[in-house]
């Protein structure tokens, strides 16, 4: 039985045949997963995670069951011991192996403390729901990465310039109003790795991703032939870069720095004059949300350039050619 809660599960091979049958489905609408069900639970709101998920169940011939934590569903306790006299009334250690019972896969999106880096990196909900699930696992976003996110965003670079290998691309941290996790700069770093991209990573002093994160990335990288490059300069960062992925996050626990730094270097929002150091084509990408002039300004996310929307798409492209090889290969 396979998981896919790590760009890990896959493997750069594994990520070049989920990105081949994504591109090879395009268009075409295979009945693959005919009476399959998948279960979805949400510790955390979602717009496109929860429709493209849905889409692709319902196109491919199955269906969905969604559960929203704490909303018309028990709240779950995953803390091993925990004397349960609080507001979470059940444990995953029945949840989980309780829904396992009724579908073909369970999908989980987890949260970070945002607080605590060695915590996040743990990933103690998701993998509760790894140990406890006896069908196939798949992160919808976790505390460490959001993995299908990371094959979407590669799944983009590689439509538009024909490949990923040796692709120089920017991941460039963003402004935003209160720290955000970093699962999606991790999963667009390790997912580029994985496909042999150049990758340059600028934050400002104290926006460090995790160390087990970037040691994984530098030995993706050594391997596919890629490279990652950290530095606090966004104007050498962005030079020559044919993509281009803005995305804000907390700083890391032990800069010292409090909640309130995610505030400052407002000049770190990405704009026109960034963008016009980059190649030229180069394209600018997005997880989704994003907040307009904080992250992000409007003449970058309205320019041409952007394939936000495009990326957002590629979700559900990718997430069929998963739900294919995990539940019939
Ligand atoms: N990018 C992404 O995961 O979007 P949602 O949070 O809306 O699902």
């Given at each position: 039985m396979n998981h896919f809660t790590s760009i890990q599960d896959l493997g750069?091979?594994?990520?070049?045949?989920?990105?081949?049958?994504?591109?090879?489905?395009?268009?075409?609408?295979?009945?693959?997963?005919?009476?399959?069900?998948?279960?979805?639970?949400?510790?955390?709101?979602?717009?496109?995670?929860?429709?493209?998920?849905?889409?692709?169940?319902?196109?491919?011939?199955?269906?969905?069951v969604v559960l929203e934590v704490g909303n018309g569903v028990w709240k779950l306790e995953d803390r091993l011991g925990a004397i349960m006299d609080g507001d979470r009334a059940e444990h995953v250690k029945e949840a989980v192996p309780v829904l396992a019972?009724?579908?073909?896969?369970?999908?989980?999106?987890?949260?970070?403390?945002?607080?605590?880096?060695?915590?996040?990196?743990?990933?103690?909900?998701?993998?509760?729901?790894?140990?406890?699930?006896?069908?196939?696992?798949?992160?919808?976003?976790?505390?460490?990465?959001?993995?299908?996110?990371?094959?979407?965003?590669?799944?983009?670079?590689?439509?538009t310039f024909g490949t990923t290998?040796?692709?120089?691309?920017?991941?460039?941290?963003?402004?935003?109003?209160?720290?955000?996790?970093?699962?999606?700069?991790?999963?667009?770093?390790?997912?580029?790795?994985?496909?042999?991209?150049?990758?340059?990573?600028?934050?400002?002093?104290?926006?460090?991703?995790?160390?087990?994160?970037?040691?994984?990335?530098?030995?993706?990288?050594?391997?596919?032939?890629?490279?990652?490059?950290?530095?606090?300069?966004?104007?050498?960062?962005?030079?020559?870069?044919?993509a281009v992925y803005a995305k804000a996050w907390g700083p890391s626990t032990v800069s010292g720095l409090g909640p309130d730094a995610v505030k400052s270097n407002a000049l770190w929002m990405l704009n026109r004059e960034h963008m016009a150091k980059a190649a030229a084509g180069a394209i600018f990408l997005h997880c989704l949300p994003v907040r307009r002039n904080v992250e992000v300004a409007d003449e970058v996310l309205d320019h041409p350039s952007s394939r936000v929307v495009d990326e957002a798409e590629n979700r559900f492209h990718v997430q069929r050619a998963l739900m294919d090889w995990l539940l019939n290969a």
């Open positions: 750069p091979a594994g990520v070049e045949s989920i990105l081949a049958k994504a591109t090879a489905w395009k268009g075409k609408f295979p009945k693959h997963l005919t009476d399959k069900l998948l279960g979805m639970v949400f510790f955390n709101p979602s717009l496109r995670t929860r429709a493209s998920f849905e889409a692709v169940m319902v196109r491919g011939g199955g269906n969905a019972r009724y579908v073909d896969a369970l999908a989980v999106r987890t949260f970070a403390t945002c607080s605590d880096d060695d915590a996040d990196n743990l990933d103690p909900v998701l993998n509760a729901f790894r140990q406890y699930s006896t069908v196939p696992v798949i992160s919808m976003e976790s505390a460490r990465e959001h993995p299908c996110q990371g094959l979407a965003d590669l799944l983009t670079v590689k439509e290998k040796k692709v120089p691309v920017t991941l460039t941290w963003a402004p935003h109003i209160k720290p955000l996790p970093k699962a999606v700069p991790n999963s667009f770093l390790l997912t580029a790795a994985a496909a042999g991209c150049e990758i340059r990573v600028a934050r400002p002093e104290g926006f460090d991703l995790h160390p087990s994160v970037l040691a994984e990335a530098q030995s993706l990288a050594a391997y596919t032939g890629g490279s990652v490059t950290i530095t606090d300069d966004q104007n050498e960062a962005l030079h020559g870069a044919k």
